[in-house]
Nanobody, 123 residues
Framework: QVQLVESGGGLVQAGGSLRLSCAAS????????MGWFRQAPGKEREFVAA????????YYADSVKGRFAISRDNAKNTVFLQMNSLKPEDTAVYYC????????????????WGQGTQVSVSS
């Protein structure tokens, strides 16, 4: 019942910043918890960050804590991922996801996924 489209990926130098956006359309965006996941070549899709329905609670993978920030603008039906101090290890396809579940820190909790956007960080 929700469609997600990511944007904002690209190629950046290590130490640089990038801001990803995820535009949502469909039913009652504000009632969905939102998450960002990433998948590097040859690796499993991993949790990056998540934000609650209200935006009052956020969670981050240890690998990005202190560098990334997730936020949402429910009036614009959009969730963001601000990525700072990027490292080559951050290189991956980043996916936006949505769920109405009260559990939203695992990829298995999510029902709706975007198409992904490539983030590449050079050394």
């Amino acid at each position: 019942q929700v469609q997600l489209v990511e944007s904002g990926g690209g190629l950046v130098q290590a130490g640089g910043s990038l801001r990803l956006s995820c535009a949502a359309s469909g039913r009652t965006f504000s009632n969905y918890a939102m998450g960002w996941f990433r998948q590097a070549p040859g690796k499993e899709r991993e949790f990056v960050a998540a934000i609650s329905w209200s935006g009052g609670n956020t969670y981050y993978a240890d690998s990005v804590k202190g560098r990334f920030a997730i936020s949402r603008d429910n009036a614009k039906n959009t969730v963001f991922l601000q990525m700072n101090s990027l490292k080559p290890e951050d290189t991956a396809v980043y996916y936006c996801a949505a769920t109405t579940s009260r559990w939203y820190r695992s990829r298995y909790d999510y029902n709706y996924w975007g198409q992904g956007t490539q983030v590449s960080v050079s050394s």
